[in-house]
């Protein structure tokens, strides 16, 4: 009998042996391969670095659409699919799907992350205050941001109001350009409540509680206020604000390409487009942030790269993750596409744009600098999960309050009431 | 009939039948029964096992209004402005649209030359797409528009044709009869055409003049088509969507949002999706749609036909 | 317009070769004059835009807006790559022509085409009329098929794939019940045919919500079949083919049956044939329908790849903006195959639809 049991266990070890052996073949057959999307195509040469730094992985890098970002993904995501990276403009609304990638990221790369990404981690966790997971990275992102028409501004012999000027300063030279040179518009914003946003919370809009509930608050009305006074005194068109119905998001920035507008407030990812387009048919400039009572505030934006649970190789998402934050890195993706820094050491010591004109650069540079500036309170309403309920319903209220349908307050109150219906609706 | 195996012919037709009344069970019938379902269901999600029942919370939360007749005081006030433009659009829409339909198939109805070209035309925009239609008159009517280009060369001042709440509402109207008026011409025109000449030529002969020859002779004789004619336009006209979607997206404001507009919206566009309201907004617009379609089969059955 | 002419001079001919009667010839003026007017706003705004859309970008911003395309005459310049639109300018008293570099606001910066050496001239937009010429500009189609890599040609092949295939689908899956509800007798007939009737009572609009779920269930989101799918089973269509049908006499598909043949190959190869002018009705308001689909497509079509062509206009704009030159030049595009199509199918089109009135 004692013969036969170390027998037994030599054959139970080797089954054991054979066992594990075999499903770590398969697990290599199982080639290592993510999928990864992104809207712009150039961030593929990210990829293509990965797989030469890392042989034996895969991957896949599809481009879609922004569209389909904000439409396809979170259905792919209900049922249980999608890629297994992807940018993501809406940090705070799909965070129930992100995976946490801190269990598979050394001490040191946590670290690093909640160093570099720290105001844009805490959206990401969806307004879960106890958490203290790393749900991704962004490389970039985008601030919105005043175009100002130089040119215009010169053949009005009008003065550029200094940095610090407030909105209605901003108003009041921009109407006064637009008379003197026949100008079309003196002032525009995008047809975008997350423009309105940054207009919002310069006055001291909370729009958004530690409760994550949307917030009705003096400020907003004040904001609301001065918008409609712009509009109806003609500093604004009507024909933006005023003329479409709903949720249309409606941006102008071909209007400031043509000449038609003295000061535009969009966003600067318009930049990419500036060399190409205006080129040097005008002199032009972004400002420093028009300032309320509460601040100069632009609303942040742009997109995250997240990894998502239902992958099957989340140390694979983790390493490519890892990569995409490594300083190297962020500096090529920010050099091919003109955008801001998001990591903190970048911003401090600026970035390089060698493809970039002059007064791009000098743009980046502004944006660059109003970084800092940027309020907690933006990034948490940017990465709360009904943020876009509550700019769908602030877009449409408004334009009712423009075509004279609703008050300010009955306004305010009715995307108050918008915003809990869909809170209550998503609680199920 | 005839002679053949009467087992096997029984369910032949089924067979013929079976693809069509698939695609009807599937699309059509099934459809109806689970708008009910989601419209006593709650969440943003769009599989029915997630969706918890609510009662009629749905249905309470689109009806509830202080006064119905001022939709700011509606918890779902948007949708009371559709059902309010739809008050004003439907008969206005369909009155303008079936008044030049029938003035136009009259004066095809005469002898003119090149009755053909001139049909032809009345139907062509029948043809476009509406998003066609659409792109075709924001042309026409934007701010820089021939339209106001026209005016301009007159001496008038430029208009603002689809920024303004009241004529964006006309324009709605005006271009939905634009695309639509020559199909509904064309039965009215096939109606007057089978009335038999020589109830005219009775009429020649008493010396009657038009009008009466209009109201006492054409007018009855027209009355079921012009029943169909009218059945169609209404029902149609409830669920203008696509044109003025595109034309004005449901502005100013909400001066042209149509009950569709909102169901789309809701079910839609907006994020996260309210499945729930939408299919409750969509039964109570299948339902008023039903409710009239009978009551008019009844009237017209009633009313005792020519 | 030379058809006016003739209208007037045939209207005038008739009238005057009246043989007396009721009516007075004043009313036939008011006819015509309605009926002139009627093609004018019937067809003008649709050659506008077709008009409009061979105007050039610069042409097209215009206001007030030019009847014909028109494009400034330009002029090559040493030391300029591309060629500057010509200004006629007033300086003093004296008229000069000169070509403009650029401008904003106010002014323009001109030269001399004949010495550009001399340097940039700054003059006030005020004293500068260009100089044009009419130009058929075909930029506006050219940069449309070939923008966005060529994403029009995916819409246009959706489109048609569409098309096609649904109405071969509807034609003959119509065309099967309509034979089975006029050509044989069975108990549940009547049934059948009020079920498909039915249908009418719902539309698209109002089972939105629910054909998205059912066509999610079916994984056909996003997939060109969910828009054929919901949509190949009209009630018009059968109802036209049922009643054509019946005037088919039964004695030919009695003669059929002594020869064994079978039930299919008489719907097939005795039938349907007989029945041509229906499916030809049935086919064009199937190709019309489908064309034009537009709410549908919009719920179920999400991804850009598998828009039609009414979804890509709509939604038209790319990454500068709204163009509108390709705006106006996809407009016509999507109009032009219905519209020829009508010119040479007219009279099949409106002798269907008057006989789908009179029911």
Redesign the interface.
Known sequence: MTGRRPACAIARACRFALGLTASIAIAVAHAQEISVQHIHADERAAAVKFMKENPGTKIDFRVV?F??L???L??QL?SGEGPDISMVADWG?LSRYYLDIRPYLTAAQAAYFEREFGPILAPMRGGDTKSNAIYGMAGAVTLNGAFV?L??FR??HVELPPPGATWDDWAAAARKVAKA???EMPMEMDRSAHRFASLALSYGAQLVDDQGRFVVDEGLKTAVAKFVGWHRDGTMP??LW???????HL????DF???KVVFYFGGSWSLF?MDK?VG???DWKVVDAPCGTAGCVVMPGGGAMVGFRHTKHPRLVARYLAFLAREDNMREALARHANIPAAATIVKTGAQYPNDSERVRAALAAFTRQMPNVPERAYAFQGWRFQ??AL?ALT?RI??I?????DID?ALA?VK?DVD??I????? | MGSGDRGVRRWVPWLFLAPNLAIIAVFSLLPVLVNVMYSVTGSDNLWPSERPFVGFENFSTLLECGNYFDPATCSRDLFWRAVGNAIVFVPTQVAVMIGFALVTAIALNRNIRARGFFRGVFFFPVMLSPVVVAMTWLWVLQRDGALNGVLGALGFEQVTWLTDPSRAFRWSVFVTVWAHMGFYTIILLAGLQSIPADIYEAAKMDRASPWRVFTRITLPMLKPVLLVVFILAVIRSVQTFDEIYVLTGGGPGTATKMIVHYIFDTGFAVMPRNYGLAAAASLILGAALFVFTALQMRLSRGGGNA | MPEAATMAAGAWAFVARRRGGIRADWTDWVTYGYLLLGVVVMLAPVLWVVLSSFKSEGNLMEFPPTLWPEAARTVEVRGYPRPLPIYEVRMGNATTTLAQVRRVGIEAKMVDPARPEAGLITVPIEDAKPLREFHLGTENYRRLLASAGGTIWSSIYNTVFITVVATVITLVMNSMAAFALSKYRFRGSGAALMAILATLMVPATIVLVPIYLIVSELRLVNNVWGVILPVISTPTGVFLLRQYMLTIPDELIEAARMDHASEWRIFWKLILPLATPALAVVAIFSIMSRWNDFLLPLVILNKPEVYTLQLALAGYSDENGIQYGMLLAMTTLTALPLALGFIFLQRYITTGIASTGIK
């Open positions: 659409s569209q389909s904000l439409e396809s979170p259905v209900a609304g028409n040119t215009l053949q009005a040179t026949h100008t009507m024909d005023g003329a479409v119905g709903g949720t249309t941006d102008r920035f071909s390409m043509n000449g487009l387009t040097d048919n005008f876009r309920a769908n449409t334009s009712q423009l075509t004279n349908e609703l009955t009715f009431k219906l869909a209550r609706a998503s609680s199920y």
